[in-house]
Structure formats: C-alpha cells, structure tokens
C-alpha cells in the first residue's frame, strides 16, 4: 500500500514540478540564450551587424567578408562563468555556480577578384549559443496543499552544452559602395539537463514517509541545416548600414531520457523505480531580422554601432510535440516577440595603435510564463591589438545580469564572460 500510494503522489508531483517536458510552459533550451562570437565584437556588445570586417562576419553579416583584402585565419575560445542565487523560502538564500572554457570561432576568410570589385568566402564554425549554467535549492517548501509542502527539499539543476554552426559562405562588392552575401549553416550541438532533488520530512509532516530522491537526466543531440543573407551599404566614407536576414531553421531534436525514484519510509523500507526512452522531434525556429549602423569620427579613430535584432519566437513550432500535454499553440501563449539591443564603442588610442571597446548588450528572455524583474543586461568592454597589420589579438569581458520569479522561487543569476580572440593576415 505505501508503495502504490507514495508512488503515485511522487511522481505525479515530481512531474508536474520539475520534469523537462510535463508542462508546456517550461522554457525550451534551444530559444534564445545568445552567447556571442568573437571577442572584438563582444567587447563592443555584438554591435557588428554593420561593421563585420573579420571572420566572425560569417555570423553576424556574411556580406562584409568581402571587405577582408587578406586571407585570415581566425581563431576564438571562451570563458563563461554563471552563479545563480534562489530565494526558495523568504530571506534564505542559495548560491551556486558553475564554469566552461569553449571553442568559440574556428575559420577562415579567402579574398578572391570580381569584375564588380572584392569577393570574398569564408568557411568555419561560431558557436552563439551556450546552456552552461545551473541552479541549486535548499530549504523547507513554503506552498501549501502539495506533497513538497512542509518538507525540506535539497535540488541541484545543472545544465550543460550549448549550439554551434559550421557555415559556408560568400562575399561581393556588387556596386563600389554596396556588398551582399550569404551563407549555408549547419547546425549542431547538444545539451544535457540533469536533476537531482531530494524531499525529507524533517518535521514529521507525513506519519510514513522519511524521504525521497528523484533524478531525471535529458540528453539531446541538435541538428539542422539553415542560411542567412546580409547587405552592407556604405553610406559614405563613416557611415556604414547593414542589414541581415536569418532564415527560418528546422532543428531536429533527438532525445534521450532517464527518471528514477527512490522512496524510504520512517519503518526502514526502501521502494525504487527507474524508467527510460527516447524521442525524435523538430524544433521550427522563425525568420529573424536585423539591422545595424556604424559611424566613424574623429579620422576614424573612432567608431560608433548599433543593432537591432527582431525574432518573432511566437511562430516557433514543434513537430511533433515533444510530449502529449504541450499544445500546438504552446509557443502563441507562453513566448513574445523579442528586440535583442547591441550598442558599442571603439577607441583606437594613436600613441600605441591600441584599441579599447565598451558596449551594452541586452537579450530579452522570450519566455514569458514567468516574472521578469531584470531582463538580461550585459556590460561589455574590450581591448585589441594589432602587431605589423598581420596578428591580431583580442580580448572582451562581459558582465550580466538577470532576475525572474517563477512558482514562488526567484533566481537572480550573474555572468561573466571572457573572449579571448587571435587572427592571422598574409
């Protein structure tokens, strides 16, 4: 009796709170959550789709490939640091963080000769989306009428993985003032949610029940194939206008899953269960559009960007639906149409020939089943250094925030991200 009972309350609560995919307005991983590529460009707060002069234009404007007169070979890696503090029952708090070093661009840009003027190809791998992160409870459930209530739950949320593109792409000068471009992306990558929440009656809540530990793990490998376009239009000799246009993405999702469920009962008796599978699924991303503008003053000493990112995630669609209780108009109802902002600066100091970069980069949350009390903000600086017009190093930080409340827990998380970038022109 106890275990058919205890079994059925458990894992039915345990499913509704936490699992991955029992509800439909849990947030899907693979939505959002820009990570950025190159340091150059992050440390001016990804404000490049009007600037993108090196290989990282592959991403952000394949147009301006056309623009690099030497081969360069490019390379990138990062550091992403995210602590997360929960506020689970009043003032107490907990804090958790956790830390990745990862390839972050990877390739080359080959200038070749056209009647019209340059042209340019490029092929490589840029990696913009990083789940690196996790979140951690501990404390006595403040709800009421649950079976988590009045019992002291101890979780640990860790995510892990993140989504890169291997593209192929080209550049032309189709007037002398005017390039267009595109390239084809592959996508891949993976990521990997693990759960581990363990529920004690410390205060004798439940005249049978001791503890119980439940775990569920999803494994997902992504892939899907995409292309984007871009133009960039110099205005005159200091204004520079771009424009890009990202095209919708069938990324298949394919999944693994793992649960258990351990019970222990005041009387010494253990009861467990485990059970596993794996699913198929496309995630449909939408058109995203974005327009930026660069200006140059000061004997081009000094540049001034700005981008805007519009994506309508509210026509994302699954196909199939991942599980049976998530509708088809899941991403209509619980996810907005999001302006991502990218502002920055750059200094180039005459004296030394070095430059140093600031910027602002917001990446609204398109998730909105949840209370966003600060959205993603990040402060960015930089600083680069370019040695006999063949290497070139630079370095970006930057610093974000973020709070939402959701299901009566808040969790600010902060990050810290460092680019570490190095090209090489012949």
Not at 92 to 97: L, V
Not at 182 to 192: E, H, I, K, V
Not at 219 to 242: C, K, M, P, Q
Request: with cysteine; glycine share 10%.
């Amino acid at each position: 009796m106890k275990r058919s009972v205890y079994t059925i309350l458990i894992c039915l609560c345990v499913v509704i709170l936490f699992a991955p995919f029992s509800l439909a307005q849990v947030e899907e991983m693979a939505i959002g959550n820009t990570f950025g590529v190159g340091a150059r460009t992050m440390g001016m707060g990804g404000a490049s789709i009007a600037l993108a002069d090196d290989f990282t234009a592959l991403y952000w404007n394949p147009a301006g490939m056309a623009q690099i007169q030497k081969f360069e070979f490019f390379s990138s890696f990062s550091h992403n640091r995210a602590s997360a503090n929960t506020y689970f029952t009043g003032d107490d708090i907990t804090t958790t963080s956790r830390s990745e070093m990862r390839p972050n661009a990877i390739g080359f840009v080959y200038p070749l000769m056209a009647r019209q003027g340059g042209l340019a190809i490029g092929f490589g791998y840029n990696r913009p989306q990083n789940f690196d992160y996790q979140t951690a409870i501990i404390g006595i459930d403040p709800s009421s009428e649950t079976d988590f209530s009045g019992l002291s739950v101890d979780e640990i949320d860790a995510n892990s993985g993140g989504i890169g593109i291997w593209s192929f792409g080209a550049s032309v000068y189709v007037t002398k003032h005017v390039l267009i471009g595109g390239s084809l992306d592959f996508w891949s990558g993976n990521s990997l949610n693990h759960l581990d929440t363990t529920a004690t009656d410390i205060v004798n809540i439940d005249s049978e029940l001791s503890r119980f530990r439940y775990d569920d793990e999803v494994d997902r490998e992504y892939s899907g194939i995409g292309g984007r376009v871009g133009l960039l239009a110099h205005l005159t000799d200091n204004i520079n206008l771009g424009l890009t246009l990202v095209a919708p993405t069938e990324l298949g999702v394919d999944e693994l899953w793992y649960q258990s469920t351990l019970e222990v009962y005041d009387d010494g008796e253990e009861w467990s269960d485990s059970e596993s599978g794996s699913q198929i699924y496309d995630i449909e991303r939408p058109f995203e559009v974005g327009a930026g503008v660069a200006v140059k003053l000061l004997n081009k000493r000094l540049v001034l960007a700005g981008d805007v990112q519009l994506t309508d995630w509210k026509q994302t669609r699954y196909d199939p639906a991942p599980a049976e209780n998530i509708s088809d108009d899941n991403f209509e109802k619980y996810y907005a149409t999001t302006f991502q902002v990218r502002i920055g600066a750059e200094y180039r100091i005459p004296v030394v020939d070095t430059h140093i970069r600031v910027g602002y980069f917001r990446d609204t949350v398109p998730f909105t089943d949840a209370e966003i009390e600060n959205a993603r903000d990040f402060l960015t600086i930089g600083v680069g250094k370019i040695f006999e017009e063949t290497l070139k190093f630079d370095v970006g930080y930057m610093l974000g925030t973020s709070q939402r409340s959701r299901n009566e827990l808040t969790t600010e998380r902060q990050t810290h991200r460092i680019f570490a970038s190095a090209a090489y022109r012949y």
